[in-house]
């Protein structure tokens, strides 16, 4: 439905008693014409008065939304979250997403165990070693679908982790990095991994097979 801004103010009143909050996908499209995004200020604002106890928070496809929603709202108020979801926040920063994780660290904040950063656009290896630093030892689910600034450097840092036992579901589709190689060296070294995704992977021979990952999406003239 046509969600917007004015709907976000009465959520506030639930305070400390919220532990789900889902505003992804915003407003209503037309031919044309994309929906329109909700803005910092009253998302802010909404995570100050009701992040305390959340466990699942969905901001995805909120195309407007930028940094401040992690510096001001995420990081300082969302501490006890468990799934996070930032599907196509375009506008957020590589570093801001980083620099979340290197202070939840910092400050003995629980890993997250569903991870969602699909098309966010300037995400990069830098990413990588902060996330799962803070969150590897409870990932379950991890989605990097479309960063494409993923290199062979950051899937590498994947792939030689060590502290990644609970991981079942990757997506890695549309990295464009990744290679045999390094989905082979993810799919022997996650040792709980169960699925996945390379989609888009043109570089993944139709050939590769591993005996104990579900390998989705090859394409079967890939290079």
Same mark, same amino acid.
């Given at each position: $439905?046509?969600? =917007? ?5 009465? %959520? ?8 789900? %909050?889902? !505003? ?16 910092? +200020?009253? !998302?802010?604002?909404? /995570? ?10 969905? #901001? ?6 930028? +940094? ?7 990081l300082p108020h969302c501490r006890q979250l468990k799934t996070l979801r930032l ?13 979340? *994780? ?6 003995? #904040? ?6 969602? /950063? ?28 479309? !960063?494409? $600034?993923?290199? =062979?450097? $950051? /899937? ?14 990757? =997506? ?6 990744? +290679? ?15 699925? #996945?995704?390379? *989609? ?6 139709? *050939? ?8 989705? $999406? ?6």
């Amino acid at each position: $439905g046509p969600l =917007d801004k004015t709907m976000l103010r009465p %959520l506030e009143a639930y305070g400390e008693q919220l532990t789900y %909050l889902d !505003v992804s996908d915003p407003g209503v499209s037309a031919p044309g014409i994309p929906p329109k995004s909700l803005e910092d +200020d009253e !998302v802010v604002s909404l /995570l100050q008065a009701i992040g305390k106890n959340l466990a699942y928070l969905d #901001v995805s496809k909120n195309i407007d939304l930028t +940094d401040r929603v992690v510096k001001e709202g995420v990081l300082p108020h969302c501490r006890q979250l468990k799934t996070l979801r930032l599907i196509g926040c375009e506008k957020v920063e590589a570093a801001t997403v980083s620099d979340m *994780f290197t202070e939840w660290t910092r400050d003995g #904040v629980a890993g997250l165990s569903h991870v969602h /950063l699909d098309r966010m656009l300037k995400l990069d290896d830098d990413l990588m070693e902060p996330l799962l630093t803070h969150s590897g030892p409870e990932l379950v689910e991890l989605s990097l679908n479309s !960063v494409d $600034g993923i290199t =062979d450097k $950051g /899937l590498e840092t994947l792939g030689n982790a060590k502290n990644l036992p609970k991981l079942e579901l990757l =997506d890695l589709s549309f990295v464009r990095a990744l +290679d045999d190689e390094s989905l082979d060296r993810i799919c022997r070294n996650l040792p709980n991994l169960k699925k #996945v995704s390379v *989609f888009g992977c043109n570089r993944i021979s139709d *050939f590769l097979k591993s005996d104990r990952v579900r390998i989705i $999406g090859k394409e079967k003239y890939a290079m």
